[in-house]
């Protein structure tokens, strides 16, 4: 039995064991679309990968030769830079469970990076900010 999601060791947990992008079910943090290169490092060797979402908890990966399950990563993303362990392995696709979570803040920036990534002004980046930290209201 799998102690964190609940699961047999050797599958990946579906998506009603792993959550959703909304939050709620066992995820315990909303995931960010990211589209976003990241270099994911173990010690033996760093490779690139495309970061598909992310939460303060958790991320998801594509890319060619990333690591199996069970390593213990550092994802570098933005000048980012996060530990965490590969908990499930899909094909060209990795759950990360990042450890400790990330702060707010840097879920943020993120976020800010994707809407550059997007062509965002960042004058209504600002007025995003203002709304999400309640300063608009």
């Known amino acids: 039995m799998n102690p964190v999601f609940g699961g047999p060791v050797d599958e990946r947990p579906g998506m009603a064991a792993f959550g959703n ?31 598909i979402d992310v939460s303060s908890t958790g991320a998801r990966l594509r890319g060619t030769d990333l690591p199996p399950r069970r390593a213990d990563v550092l994802v570098s993303v933005e000048g980012l830079k996060a530990f965490g362990a590969i908990m499930w ?10 450890d400790p979570p990330l702060q707010a803040g840097e879920v943020l920036m993120l976020r800010h990076r994707v809407l550059e990534a997007r062509g965002v002004s960042p004058e209504l980046k600002a007025a995003m900010d203002d709304w999400e930290l309640g300063m608009a209201r």
């Open 89 to 98: 392995a899909d094909g060209e696709e990795r759950g990360v469970k990042l």
């Open 21 to 51: 992008s909304m939050g709620g079910g066992r995820r315990s943090a909303p995931r960010t679309p990211a589209p976003l290169i990241a270099r994911i490092s173990t010690l033996s060797k760093t490779v690139s990968a495309q970061l």
